[in-house]
């Protein structure tokens, strides 16, 4: 694979990540703002289904199915051909359209600036803010090993 | 002689909308939304998600608030929920290492890489009933401290260093992990199934397990290794795109349980593992699994299988409480055919024993009813 494509490739994983992490109210809110078109043909779905989710034996043996999670799944194609999809844990089907429409103006090079930053760059920000707090307050809760003065000398 | 007869339906019907009344209770009181159940009693919702096997905090709560708080009846609820969705696949395999960690202790290695954190526990607490929760106080805002993001390898992988534990289990080459979900039970069983059956069982019945290894039923001299807590990334294999494709994040809990082990015709003396990986936060389940895992390996390990926890099909058979309380609770059930059957046989059986043991009686019995 060409350098450019694998790049291309990894952003767009990564925009897709950051849309499956994000609260179906957080992106229709930046939606509105942004002011993104939100008309595509629904190609599939939205629809929820399951997936298994594996783990490893020993944390990182071989595979075994640990139990299963909802998903939702989207498809969408725009008028200007670009195919794009969703998909992301839970149920919410508007969440899904919403994603899997901004994976295809993503795709689009006239507006894949306009999505990443009116859209996927402030989840992603959002996202690590509370990433960021989680880490910092499960810090606080970290254990401080001291030795006790045996007073011998 | 007992006909077939129906009846019923209107005292099943009123029966149920009495139940509907009794759910909500008082109606002076506000009524629960989900969205509290979620967030307040997050760890009931983790259990039901656990062994309902679907992670949907959502549908967990809806299931706990429509069975009244009765668990074992709400993860029936989300199992029977499950079967009406279509399947989509099978994630790729989580990676507990990159875990964006919430709790991680060990009780083998004081300094580890990444420390000892609590994290949200329960450990430590007096366990004594609070006041001012029950008068409903604000909570303050949790404390934080800076920190330079630690990698925090699991403690197994830093005992593997001097070859005296195990690696983490290994299926044959090219085997595809098996699914209760879709193949029925056969023993003896791999260590997959088992742990996908171990993973959705009844935190009560693999408690009481665990706890009979520890008090010397398939002794294995257990230590916590390591238990993780905390979010891990999901992803799919989908044929329409060119990579796996990301699905958000789960809770997950695990716990590298190792055992000492003094060697056997099998394997050396060295340190043997149990493992449990559950949904949400859910440590005390989590360490059982590992301890009934570990106990069911006797056979793998060359040793005497001896006691409950290390039987293989009592254990796995028994430890679903949907089918346990299914089996169990069908026994209330109008069963009158069966028991006219019953009743019948033993009259017969009595009328023989009585003419057997004593003649005369039995007799004079037979002239007086003539």
Redesign the interface.
Known sequence: MRGQEARD?AE??AA??TL??SSGDDIVRLWNATGLPSDAELLRGP?????????????????????????T?A?VRLRSGQVG?C?????DKQKARLAAIADALWQDPARRAEVETGLIAPLRSALATA?E???????????D?FTMVRGED | MYVAVKGGEAAIANAHSLLADRRRGDRSVPALRLDQIVEQLALGVDRV??EG????R??AALAIVQARGDLIEAIFLVRAY?TT??????????D??AM????RVSATY??LPG??????TFDYTHRLLDPELAAGGDVAE??????D?QAMP?V??ILAREGLIE?????PRD?V?????REPLEFPMA???R??AL??GDEGFLLALGYSTQRGYARNHPFVGEIRIGEV??E?D?P???????????R?T?C?MVNQFKGSAKAPPQFT?G?G???GQSERKAMAMALCDRALRASELGEDVVAAAQDEEFVISHSDNVQATGFVEHLKLPHYVDFQAELDLVRRMRAEYDARENPVKAEDKREAAE
Not at chain 1, 87 to 91: E, F, N, P, Q, T
Not at chain 2, 85 to 94: D, H
Not at chain 2, 167 to 171: A, F, K, L, S
Not at chain 2, 240 to 250: H, I, N, R
């Open positions: 490739q767009r994983k897709m990540a499956a992490q629809e929820t289904g399951l997936v298994t989710v594996r783990g490893r034996i020993g944390g990182g043996g071989s595979p075994f199915n640990v139990g299963e999670t909802t998903v799944r498809t999809h998909y992301a844990l839970g149920r990433h707090r989680r880490r910092a307050e499960t810090a606080a809760t970290k254990v090993f | 998600m656990s096997s679907l992670y949907d959502e549908l499950r969705l279509p399947r989509f696949g099978y994630s790729k395999a989580i507990t290492a964006l960690v919430e709790r004081k300094d420390g000892q954190l609590l994290g949200p949790p404390l934080q401290r800076e920190t993001a699991r197994s992988a690696p983490d289990g290994e299926m085997n992990p098996g699914d209760i979900t260590r997959d199934i742990l996908q993973s959705r990334e999901l799919l989908v329409e795109l060119p990579f796996a494709v990301p699905l958000g994040t789960v997950v695990e590298q593992r493992y990986l559950v949904f």
